[in-house]
């Protein structure tokens, strides 16, 4: 079971990591997007990480739609809105909870993911971040109806993300500033695919 405290300690590792990995995503951004997703992603985390401190005796739904309100309204493109409605239907999800299990997780990102879909107008196969997402949730899913710890849990999560934005590499993207450049994009990594994979680490190092 998580707290707020641990949901704010596994944010601002989640800060830490985009913060730590902004360059790279940057650079995996350049050939295929505005070369800017590592740079925006970091900012608006780094102004999530200004609010954190005071949300310690808030709900996990008030602290998750706070961190989504924050990334809306401070990163650019279309990463801001994308993971804004992710965390902030993740927080409707669990509106009222003080305590997390595996169940209510798993609830709050099958919401992080459906709200991605529907704003990208989106779906897996498109070289976008749902194609970490998806896999993952299902691999997560699978895993805790199996009956492993949470570590396991996220461990699958974690494998079936990175290979799912491993496999952005062969997809024609259809959505978003990759799409202009059509087959061209092929060969190089989703950063939105990336970035979340190393969101779902953060989580798992802070277990």
């Known amino acids: 079971m998580a707290d ?9 590792k989640i800060g830490e990591k985009i913060g ?18 590592g740079i925006n992603l970091a900012r608006g985390f780094q102004e999530v990480d200004k609010k954190l401190p005071a949300l310690t005796d808030q709900d996990m739904g008030a602290i998750l739609k706070t961190v989504g309100m ?3 309204s401070t990163v650019g493109g279309a990463s801001g809105p ?7 239907k993740m927080g409707m ?3 009222g909870k003080n305590q997390l299990n595996t169940e209510d997780f798993l609830k709050g990102m ?17 070289a976008t971040m749902l194609d970490a997402m998806v896999p993952a949730l299902a691999a997560m899913e699978k895993a805790a109806a199996e009956g492993m710890d949470p570590k396991g849990i996220l461990e699958a999560g974690c494998q079936a993300a990175w290979a799912g934005a ?19 994009g092929i060969g190089h990594q989703d950063p939105g695919a990336t970035s979340f994979s190393f969101m779902l680490d953060a989580v798992k190092e802070c277990l």
């Open 70 to 72: 924050t990334l809306v």
């Open 93 to 95: 999800a669990l509106a």
């Open 20 to 37: 730590e990995q902004k360059d790279y995503l940057t650079e995996l951004d350049q050939p295929i997007g505005d070369s800017d997703h």
């Open 110 to 126: 099958d919401a992080a993911v459906e709200a991605v879909k529907q704003r990208g107008k989106s779906a897996v196969e498109e």
């Open 166 to 184: 491993e496999h952005t590499k062969d997809l024609v993207a259809t959505k978003g500033r990759a799409s202009y450049v059509g087959e061209r």
């Open 4 to 12: 707020s405290k641990m949901v704010i300690s596994v944010l601002q």
């Open 82 to 88: 994308l993971y804004g409605s992710a965390f902030m």
